[in-house]
């Protein structure tokens, strides 16, 4: 199973809108509508974020919505803050009963 | 609240086999049909991988690319989870990850716990 494809970077100004992007294939981004994003600190444990493509768990701020067109999810940040600044992971249910995870996103805040 | 804390030996040897724990506060293991135990790694310089899962019930699901090499189980008495890896190779060096899992995602993680295989 190959690793979703996400950008190695993705930077924006406080206040900005950024999104991440999610590339996989109908067996498993485009097939089911169980993609997910955590957010992760180096030497911390990750977070989730996003669940079942758009859903937010209890407590994660508005501020970051999911999406999927096709074989590709998408993570939406907007008004950008400093605390932001994290790597980010998105990951999908797959065809063959297991899971794939995106090869990670650096945010950097300007 | 719930957490999750990975430990075992930093250091295997090549064709030895890898055993971490997971202990885990806050949430009985048991405590919920729909909980799945996952372990995932990652390597240095590479993206997360899946290892599988398991179910308290000891039903299991492993990633084809380990499943000849790999084990799982869980110990509702010490309330923690358990991951064997056997015929190890310097490509298993990785941060190894336990999360809880349902619903198809993982609602807690823990930090983590290096792995290297070396001579």
């Known amino acids: 199973q190959s690793a979703l494809t996400q950008p190695a970077s993705v930077s924006g100004s406080p206040g900005q809108s950024i999104t991440i992007s999610c590339s996989g294939t109908?067996?498993?981004?485009?097939?089911?509508?169980?993609v997910s994003w955590h957010q992760h600190h180096p030497g911390k444990a990750p977070k989730l974020i996003i669940f079942?493509?758009?859903e937010r768990p209890s407590g994660i701020s508005n501020r970051f919505s999911g999406s999927k067109s096709g074989n590709t999810a998408s993570l939406t940040i907007s008004g950008l803050q400093p605390d932001d600044e994290s790597d980010y992971f998105c990951s999908s249910y797959t065809s063959s009963r297991a899971y794939v995870f995106g090869s990670g996103t650096t945010v950097t805040v300007l | 609240q719930v957490q999750l804390q990975e430990s075992g030996p930093g250091l295997v040897k090549p064709s030895g086999t890898l055993s971490l724990t997971c202990a885990v506060s806050?949430?009985?293991?048991?405590?919920?049909?729909?909980?799945?135990w996952s372990w995932v790694r990652q390597p240095p310089g590479k993206g997360l991988e899946w290892i599988g899962e398991?179910?308290?019930?000891?039903?299991?699901n492993y990633n084809p690319s380990f499943k000849s090499r790999v084990d799982m189980s869980v110990d509702e008495s010490k309330n923690q989870i358990s991951l064997h890896l056997t015929s190890t190779t310097v490509a298993d060096t990785a941060i190894y990850y336990c999360a809880r899992g349902s619903y198809y995602t993982w609602w807690n993680w823990g930090q983590g716990t290096l792995v290297t295989v070396s001579s």
């Open positions: 079942n493509v758009s």
């Open positions: 398991i179910h308290h019930s000891g039903i299991t």
């Open positions: 806050g949430v009985g293991v048991s405590s919920a049909y729909e909980f799945w």
């Open positions: 109908n067996s498993d981004v485009g097939g089911y509508n169980f």
